[in-house]
Structure formats: C-alpha cells, structure tokens
C-alpha cells in the first residue's frame, strides 16, 4: 500500500522493452494512480525507507485507517532502525497497540535489530538482503525494494491479485494462496524501465484497494474497464473455493487480544488473577495464554507473573 515519490513515465510506444501483454495496462493505470492516489504519511519524501517498511509491517491483514494513528506515533517515537532496536521487544508489542496480529511487532523489532547490527543503521537496498532480516518475507521485500527505493519487483498483494485475476485471467476472485502461475503473470506484467515498474507496482495497489475492491466494484471509475477480460466476460460469478471468511468474536484471536491489552497497560508484572478476569471459559483462556508465551509476546515470570517481554 505504498508507492514512490512520483517519477516520470513513458507511454508505451516510448518504451518497446516494456513486457509483452501489460503495455496495454500500464499507462491508463499509472495515469489514474498520478491522479487518484491517496496521500498517505509513508509515500512522502519524508518517510524514507524505514518509513516505507514500518507501514508494510502493519498494513498486513489491516486497513489504512487503522493503521494511521499507530504508524504516526511509531515514527514519532522510534524515527530509525537504531531507536526501535534500542527498545525491549516488549515495547514493540505495547506501541502496536489493538492493530491485531501482533506477532508483526516482534517480528518489525527483530528486523529493527538485524538492520542496526548488519546495516550501520540503514534499511538495505538490495532485495536478497532485505530478504534476509527476520520478519521479512518476499512479498515485503520487494514492497520496500520497489516503493522505498524505486527498484523493479513483482509486488503480489492481495489488491493486485484480484486486479489481475480479473483484468487479465477473467476470473472474479484469485486463488486463496498465491500461485506459481500468478508469480509469473505479475512478472509477465512488469514494465522493463525501473521506475515505471515501481509506479506500476503501486498504482495497481492502489486501484485494488480503491476501485476493483473485493465487493461492490466500482468498474465505471476503472481505467481499464473497457479491457478487463472479467468484465468482458459479463462478471461469471467465482467457481472456485470458498472465500475464506474472517471470523473474530468468541475466537482464541479476540482471547488473546483482551490478554494482550491488559498487559500493554500494565507497566509491572501482571498476577494471573487479573488475567483470568478478561474471559470466562478457562480452557480458552489458558489455551490462549499458552500461544501468547509459545510466541514470544508475553513472558512467565515465578509467582503466576505475566509481562510482555524484555528480550
């Protein structure tokens, strides 16, 4: 959900080398993007590429709005790899506050230290290193690579997918887990010129997140409505296997959410009797408490104490 600053771009008759079969889509696209995107904090000048990477740890399973608040104190109060890496892992988990999945702040600390002991301090350029820090994995290395330093990468989200299922396969929805064959369509996709490629990574991004949305689709704001082979096809409705729904009340997320959030106010180690008050069932609730410790979130401490962790 990031881009670049904005660079020129050429019109395909300008740029023969673009990829074969995503000519047709880049410029209509790119050109919406330069027009409609979103000014977000992360794809200003000033985030830089630590800003870049603080806003793909959380923008993970989460909406921009929600993300808005917490990424703005993040930096506020952690501006470099170094400052965040200085911090217990625990703060990390305090700061992430209700963003859920917090698994990620533990993960963006470890990445914080990696980058202050093997990188002087400074988000590495090159993606096989990148890729190479804790946390990352290879859809936010090639984020970062593409959006904070302009380098030509596939960036696979759930936004472009389901702009290329739809534009260029003709099916409504991608598959659950993303597929060999939709790696080598995005790179199939990718336009030859460095920077054009990192534009196009973000404005198909973007135009997943604001028009082709996963419902109530907004075709006649689309730029390449006229070319989406979905809607040529007359929108036939998804033949393949369910969606998978995501389900919260009553689960051992939202259990251990409440666990969480009592810890992350607590600033001294927290008695067992104040955690069991959060939840009535009380399998769930030790169940719940289990993963939080077998994850590295909270640390026991003798005499029934619960934090989160300093190490």
């Keep these: 959900m990031t881009a670049p600053t904005k660079p020129p771009h050429s019109n395909p008759s ?31 000048p000033e985030a830089g590429p630590w800003g870049v990477m ?4 959380m923008l993970q399973q989460t909406p921009v709005s929600r993300v808005l608040p917490v990424y703005e104190q993040w930096l506020a109060r952690w501006p470099r790899p170094a400052d965040l890496a200085g911090e217990a892992p625990g703060e990390a988990v305090r700061a992430w506050g209700r963003l859920g999945y917090p698994r990620r702040a533990l993960r963006l600390h470890g990445a914080a230290v990696a980058i202050t002991e093997r990188h002087g301090g400074d988000v590495p350029t090159d993606h ?41 396969t003709g099916v409504q929805y ?41 419902r109530n689709e907004s075709c006649h704001h689309c730029p390449i409505a006229a070319q989406c082979a979905w809607r040529l096809a007359g929108k036939p409705e998804h033949d393949g296997p369910p969606r998978r729904g995501q389900t919260y009340a009553g689960t051992d997320r939202q259990v251990r959410g409440k666990l969480l959030a009592v810890l992350r106010e607590a600033h001294a180690p927290v008695p067992q009797t104040a955690l069991d008050r959060v939840w009535h069932e009380p399998v769930q609730r030790a169940r719940a408490l289990d993963g939080l410790v077998a994850d590295g979130l909270v640390e026991p401490l003798s005499g029934g104490l619960y934090r989160l962790p300093l190490t």
């Design 14 to 44: 300008d740029t023969p080398s673009e990829s074969p079969g995503g000519e047709h889509l880049h410029t209509p696209v790119i050109d919406w993007f330069d027009e409609h995107a979103r000014d977000l904090p992360w794809r200003r």
């Design 128 to 168: 096989s290193q990148l890729l190479a820090l804790p946390g990352i994995g290879e859809y936010t290395a090639a984020a970062v690579a593409s959006f904070a330093y302009g380098q030509r990468h596939a960036v696979l989200d759930t936004n472009v997918r389901r702009v290329f299922a739809r534009a260029v």
């Design 174 to 214: 991608p598959p659950n887990a993303t597929t060999a064959a939709e790696r080598k369509l995005a790179r199939a996709l990718l336009p030859e010129e460095e920077r054009t490629a990192a534009r196009w990574a973000a404005a198909s991004m973007e135009l997943g997140a604001l028009v082709c949305t996963a």
């Design 54 to 57: 603080v806003s793909e740890f």
